[in-house]
């Protein structure tokens, strides 16, 4: 069955967008048609962005959070229709978690969240084996039981990890959390090998609607820190996402700042969780980059 969709079109969304940019590969392609990743490919991570999503509150529309969303899935796997798409990263025999993020100041928003768990429940995951959580994820059963995990959380400066990201987002899934701030969370990569989560994980989401470039302290917010970027980006791979993110994140602060201006602390634990955890790649001439939908202060 094919479920609706919404009345901005799909080919209204990229429409007057520039074509895929395919970072390190010959010639282009069109962002309507990705070509499917062949074995050898390069890492692909998906940047979708478009300049309505955020209300003038910088809350997310949701009709619009939803489509970018499903254009991203549909270029990150090559796809022509959701159902098919979501097909490939979800049986209806698995039981999913959607590993979220509640941090109070810029919480991964339920937009995002529902717009996943609606697509989860129409691959022909009953309700009750899906559950969104964070903090709670080793008590929470689902979880327990989970063959599928969903990682969706916002990028924004850490005071540990100088970024928090997609290979940060699973730190909850230790008792210990701060077992892993030493080497600035140099650490983290392991937690991504440990049974609970070890080769369940079909998409990563880097959130960044509106993502948080500056901070001091452990717990710092400043919303003069934040800019509404309006954009997602999607991958397989949580080191490679974490890796354009912060390539978004530095050309942004290069910009607000006049100069370039390293992350305190740096954010060793990308790199490791490459070289010495070996859960993605750090490499940027590893990953195509495919950009969908609006183009103005993309900045990558």
């Known amino acids: 069955m094919t479920a609706p969709r919404d009345d901005l079109s799909r080919r209204d969304f990229i429409r007057g967008t520039a074509s895929a940019t395919l970072a390190g590969v010959t010639g282009t392609a069109s962002a309507m048609t990705p070509a499917k990743p062949k074995p050898g490919d390069k890492t692909r991570v998906v940047l979708v962005r478009h300049k309505d ?8 529309d949701a009709k619009i959070t939803q489509q970018m969303l499903d254009d991203g899935i549909l270029a990150l796997l090559g796809e022509q229709e959701i159902q098919a798409a979501w097909r490939r990263l979800i049986r209806p025999d698995d039981v999913v978690g959607i590993k979220s993020n509640v941090w109070g100041r810029l919480p991964t928003p339920a937009a995002v969240e529902q717009a996943l768990s609606r697509r ?4 022909g995951v009953a309700q009750h084996n899906i559950a969104i959580d964070d903090r709670r994820v080793l008590r929470n059963p689902v979880f327990k039981r989970s063959t599928a995990l969903i990682n969706a959380r916002p990028m924004r400066t850490h005071h540990w ?3 928090g990201g997609c290979i940060k987002n699973y730190v909850m899934f230790v008792p210990t959390p701060w077992a892993y701030h030493g080497g600035f969370c140099s650490p983290l990569g392991k937690i991504w090998h440990l049974p ?3 080769g369940k994980t079909r998409l990563n989401v880097l959130v960044l609607l509106t993502p948080l470039f500056h901070g001091i302290g452990p717990h710092h917010y400043d919303p003069r820190h934040i ?3 309006r954009g997602l980006l999607l991958s397989k791979d949580p080191v490679a996402i974490d890796t354009i993110g912060r390539q978004i994140i530095k050309a942004y602060r290069r910009q607000h700042f006049g100069e370039d201006r390293p992350f305190k602390p740096p954010t060793r634990h990308i790199e490791a969780a490459d070289q010495q955890h070996k859960i993605g790649t750090s490499d940027p001439a590893k990953i195509e980059l495919v950009k969908l939908g609006w183009t103005d202060g993309v900045l990558i």
């Open 53 to 60: 999503v955020l209300d003038k509150g910088g809350r997310p």
């Open 120 to 123: 989860v429940r129409e691959a």
């Open 161 to 163: 990890s100088g970024l």
């Open 196 to 198: 609970l989560v070890k």
């Open 227 to 229: 800019w509404p970027y």
